[in-house]
T-cell receptor, first 111, second 111 residues
Framework: DVKVTQSSRYLVKRTGEKVFLECVQD?????MFWYRQDPGLGLRLIYF???????EKGDIPEGYSVSREKKERFSLILESASTNQTSMYLC??????????FGPGTRLTVT | RKEVEQDPGPFNVPEGATVAFNCTYS??????FFWYRQDCRKEPKLLMS???SGNEDGRFTAQLNRASQYISLLIRDSKLSDSATYLC????????????FGSGTQLTVLP
């Protein structure tokens, strides 16, 4: 059974703080993704990675960066958190072209 | 215009009813389409793929109409456990493993 885990379910941070969201998958998937989900907007792709040390911008990369030092781990970094980054963050992994397996999500609140 | 558009609902139907959702996509070159299901406060999970020839899985039937650029999902004999948000998903051509998610249609099946 594929398992994608995220470091926190709920997180509260202050404006300007640096925030790290960690994602780990246990199925040796090559592809990993970070999305944010907001009411009425659906899931929007922030960044993705096809391989270790490789990253590609998604639709809304501004204000975010990522790191993939190991195949199983994909980190999302908010360099200086802002209130408009309050959202649900979902990590996903996959090996083929369409099925992505999602983690449980991190609900981040920036105050 | 959003690349994938869905009626957000909510659709409230009695148990045993048949319900259908439509979804339109704007990129005529999109190659692959899917339905994902997201339960309340849970992560999205792949429900089924959508083919031009139609795809049936038990009580669920998915259809693709390329000429009109819409995808449908039909649920027969609705169960209480079908209550969820249904996400329409496309894989635009050239996107290579990136998925575009609609904002979802909320279904509540009532006893």
């Amino acid at each position: 059974d594929v398992k994608v885990t995220q470091s926190s379910r709920y997180l509260v941070k202050r404006t300007g703080e640096k925030v790290f969201l960690e994602c780990v998958q246990d199925m040796d998937h090559e592809n990993m993704f970070w999305y944010r989900q907001d009411p009425g907007l659906g899931l929007r792709l922030i960044y993705f990675s096809y391989d270790v040390k490789m990253k590609e911008k998604g639709d809304i990369p501004e204000g975010y960066s990522v790191s993939r030092e190991k195949k199983e781990r994909f980190s999302l970094i908010l360099e200086s958190a802002s209130t408009n980054q309050t959202s649900m963050y979902l990590c996903a992994s996959g090996v083929d072209d369409y099925e992505q397996y999602f983690g449980p999500g991190t609900r981040l609140t920036v105050t | 215009r959003k690349e994938v558009e869905q009626d957000p609902g909510p659709f409230n139907v009695p148990e045993g009813a048949t319900v259908a959702f439509n979804c339109t996509y704007s990129n005529s070159a999109s190659q692959s389409f899917f339905w994902y299901r997201q339960d309340c406060r849970k992560e999205p999970k792949l429900l089924m793929s959508v083919y031009s020839s139609g795809n049936e899985d038990g009580r669920f039937t998915a259809q693709l109409n390329r000429a009109s650029q819409y995808i449908s999902l039909l649920i027969r004999d609705s169960k209480l456990s079908d209550s969820a948000t249904y996400l329409c998903v496309s894989e635009p051509v050239g996107s290579a493993r990136q998925l575009t998610f609609g904002s979802g249609t909320q279904l509540t099946v009532l006893p």
